[in-house]
């Protein structure tokens, strides 16, 4: 197989039946079922998925068995995406204290995750094994011709991460200490999963279509030479008219990253575009349209060209049945 051709499939969110459309749109087929799930896998290409195959969807358990036979026939790899982390988080105590877990069970966090947990009530044992398995889905991934990585690539937190660790999974003691929220631990896991962000001023908050309520936006870490929010503000809920063209101060244009296009191809999902899938510059491409609200399951066939090309993507729309 061809190192450089790699089908890189956005956010899955629990649109199994969505899923198994698309990787038989992109000329994979059935090997036959390992645990009574089907296992797909294509002769000259394999895929890479760039997490957030949890929560939200339909049809989670089938998403996950689907994705982890994948990866474990070789035929595809996953990263780890904000909500699987979320999920480990979410189950995972904080030391001395058995009643308290690292990410807390309150009404926000209980609404994210209900939806897997309501699907894997009746399986226990399976929840725990993807919990570990969760585990082992590395943070990013980089290719001599290509990146992978959630949310944002932050070049400086990755060479500090890599320097102190030898793996690119996380475990228990990592999730421990994102307790603190100066430590190494938790900023590179806050940035590579759920990207860089600005703090609305004057103590304002915007509530997005999803209902959450949110005292800062989520930001672009490839905006050249930015002067105002809008040129920086990237998420699917608009900021309100008044701050659009706020300028930026020195400080929020230090603390903002830059993705050069010089910089190898970098793919990521987590920001629930709409509309047809484009690059977002000539080498950065977002894979998340949104398919758990009826967008499309996307997909880039990467085959080591460095400047991205339209032609290259491939999607399903979803339907109601995901």
């Known amino acids: 197989m061809k190192q450089s051709s790699f089908d890189l499939i956005g956010d899955v969110h629990g649109c199994a039946n969505t899923l198994e459309k698309l990787l038989l749109k992109l000329g994979y087929s059935s090997l036959g079922q390992r645990n009574g799930w089907p296992v797909y896998a294509h002769s000259d290409r394999s895929v890479i998925f760039v997490g957030d195959i949890v929560d939200r969807g339909p049809r989670i358990r089938e998403a996950l068995h689907l994705v982890k036979n994948m990866v474990d026939e070789g035929s595809a790899q996953c990263i780890l995406g904000n909500h699987e982390y979320n999920a480990i988080a979410y189950t995972t105590t904080v030391p001395n204290k058995p009643e308290e877990y690292v990410r807390a069970h309150n009404s926000r966090h209980n609404r994210l995750i209900a939806e897997t947990l309501s699907q894997f009530a009746s399986y226990p044992e399976e929840w725990r094994e993807f919990l570990e398995w969760f585990k082992t889905l590395p943070l990013y991934l980089e290719f001599p011709l290509f990146r992978v990585v959630h949310a944002c690539w932050d070049t400086q937190l990755i060479a500090e991460f890599e320097q102190r660790y030898r793996s690119r999974c996380i475990d228990t003691a990592f999730v421990h ?71 930026l101060s020195r400080q929020q244009k230090a603390a903002l990253l830059s993705y050069h296009d010089s910089e190898k191809p970098v793919f990521v999902g987590h920001y629930w575009l709409q509309g047809n899938p484009k690059p977002l510059k000539p080498n950065l491409a977002c894979l998340d349209y949104s398919a758990v609200k009826y967008g499309k399951l996307v997909c880039y066939r990467f085959d080591g060209e460095q400047i991205l090309d339209n032609s290259k993507f491939v999607w399903v729309n979803v339907e109601p049945d995901n």
């Open 177 to 247: 200490q994102t307790l603190n929220l100066e430590s190494l631990e938790f900023k590179l896991l806050d940035r590579l999963t759920r990207g860089t962000d600005i703090s609305l001023p004057d103590g304002r908050k915007i509530t997005g279509r999803d209902g959450l309520e949110r005292s800062f936006f989520r930001t672009k870490f490839w905006a050249d030479e930015p002067e105002t929010y809008k040129d920086v503000v990237f998420q699917p809920d608009p900021l309100p008219d008044d701050l659009n063209h706020k300028q």
